[in-house]
């Protein structure tokens, strides 16, 4: 057989491979438009735990030369055009003037079907999705010193909105990049995938040191990450704290947590979580 002959064979190979991942694609979008039906009403919710299993799951038995980072992106685009035939699914972002940086992780985290608003202020995003004007918002992750942190909103008590932590960006990081951070927050609960981290907020009456919160915590068998501590006024003090395990509202070990700290601590309670992302490494 010539060169030209086998070059010609090799792309008879890839355009009947084509033809094979198209008839899939075409195939699961079917499957979907049944799972639809069989529900009677579309979903209002982003599945973000179950899109992270998947991509664990495939990233795991993924082999060969195509980079993993394509697999991501590949299925956030399936799992985007599946969101936009089981329902009218629609994303909000804080776009401050000038500063397109959470724009671009949200297009490139909820692909180019998705349809995705800009807001200037943290605040007016959060309204999107509490008015059920978007089915989620991408907010920054919390730091620590802001003066008037978004995720007061969140901390209200668990039945005081529906409003929630859901998922994190990236949700595959690259090794060798200092990209920014992200939080999905939606309508509904954080989903347990088996490996999951979670904020909660902490409310005391007096000051707590972050190693007394820290030993309280871990007899409360919860392992703080992170512990960002905020006054509203002289007479309550908030703790967001992130830990490395799901916590599911009403978490028996958060009523632990204030009896053992002797009811200094008043109300613990769950603003949700995320799926730990995958890296490269």
């Not at 991942?21 to 079917?30: E, Q, S, T, V």
């Not at 902490?202 to 972050?210: D, G, N, Q």
């Amino acid at each position: 057989m010539s060169e030209k002959d086998k070059f010609s064979s090799l792309r008879s190979q890839i355009d009947e491979i084509d033809n094979q991942i198209h008839d899939l694609l075409m195939k699961r979008a079917d499957v979907v438009q049944s799972i639809v039906k069989e529900k009677g009403q579309s979903s209002t919710s982003l599945d973000a735990g179950r899109e992270a299993e998947v991509l664990r799951y495939l990233i795991k038995r993924h082999d060969g030369i195509l980079p993993k980072s394509a697999i991501v992106r590949l299925w956030r685009e399936i799992f985007a055009s599946t969101l936009q035939l089981e329902n009218r699914f629609s994303v909000s972002v804080c776009v401050p003037e000038g500063d397109n940086t959470y724009y671009d992780l949200s297009r490139e985290h909820f692909g180019m079907e998705t349809p995705i608003s800009s807001r200037q202020t943290v605040m007016s995003v959060l309204r999107e999705v509490t008015d059920g004007a978007a089915t989620a918002v991408v907010l920054p992750l919390p730091q620590a010193g802001e003066g008037n942190p978004w995720w007061l909103s969140l901390a209200q008590g668990e039945g005081a909105t529906n409003a929630r932590i859901i998922a994190r960006l990236p949700f595959y990081q690259m090794s060798n990049t200092d990209g920014p951070e992200a939080v999905i927050v939606g309508l509904g609960a954080q989903e347990k995938t088996g490996h999951d981290r979670s904020y909660i907020v902490v409310e005391s009456a007096e000051p707590l040191s972050r190693t007394t919160l820290t030993n309280l915590l871990e007899k409360s068998d919860l392992k703080p990450v992170n512990i960002q501590i905020h006054t509203p006024d002289p007479s309550v003090w908030l703790q967001l704290i992130e830990v490395d395990n799901y916590v599911a509202p009403g978490d028996e070990r958060l009523a632990k947590l204030a009896e053992l700290s002797d009811q200094r601590i008043t109300h613990a309670w769950t603003i949700g979580g995320y799926a730990v992302p995958l890296t490269d490494a």
